[in-house]
């Protein structure tokens, strides 16, 4: 059971980030620069569904082997052991709590942000219709490379944030972050 929910998380997330990728990559090849959201927010529904999940998934698998039977006499034992329906309870779980969560999850996909030769374009949360920023508009645009205060090493993370004229916003938080490439890292120190 502990397998299927490490599959589940693992191929879920993997599905979910995937999905951001090419649906970010698929508005052109004239993009100098993707910043894509923080991989943390693709855990939630991989996370919470393989808690619910895992215990519906095994009981399946187990009666597609072909020992149909003894699922059900195990699942019969369980909720007997424990007093109550189990997998009632975790079903109701997954609509109550993981559902809403995937549902959410699934209307981050579009979020993007991409820096362009001519300008920035931000596609936001839901499908909401991307918004574009000309660069004559961004009053400062600065690289914050990071790095760990007590080890003094720098990190592959880094932060950019870029300020607009008054009145037209700045970029949401979720989408300043980015990993850089390998290449472009500084010396280690």
């Known amino acids: 059971m502990i397998a299927v929910a490490v599959v589940f998380a693992w191929t879920t997330h993997h599905l979910l980030v995937s999905l951001n990728r090419y649906l970010g990559t698929s508005d052109g090849p004239e993009t100098s620069l993707r910043l894509w959201p923080q991989t943390a927010i693709w855990w939630f529904f991989p996370g919470f569904g393989a808690v619910v999940l895992c215990w519906e998934i095994t009981l399946k698998l187990w009666s597609a082997l072909g020992q149909g039977d003894t699922a059900r006499s195990y699942r019969l034992w369980s909720d007997g052991r424990t007093g109550f329906d189990c997998t009632r309870i ?29 300008d920035i374009r931000v596609c936001g949360y839901a499908w909401a219709g991307c918004k574009t920023f000309a660069y004559s508009k961004a009053v400062r645009m ?19 944030f870029i300020c607009l004229v008054r009145n037209l916003g700045r970029l949401p938080s979720y989408i300043r972050s980015f990993t850089l490439p390998a290449k472009n890292r500084g010396p280690r120190q």
């Not at 609509?95 to 362009?116: D, H, K, S, W, Y």
């Open 90 to 118: 975790l079903r109701w779980m997954a609509l109550v709590i993981a559902l809403p969560i995937g549902v959410f999850t699934f209307l981050a996909l579009p979020m993007q942000t991409e820096l362009r030769h001519q």
């Open 142 to 160: 600065t690289l914050i490379k990071s790095g760990h205060a007590r080890t003094r090493r720098r990190h592959s993370r880094a932060c950019v």
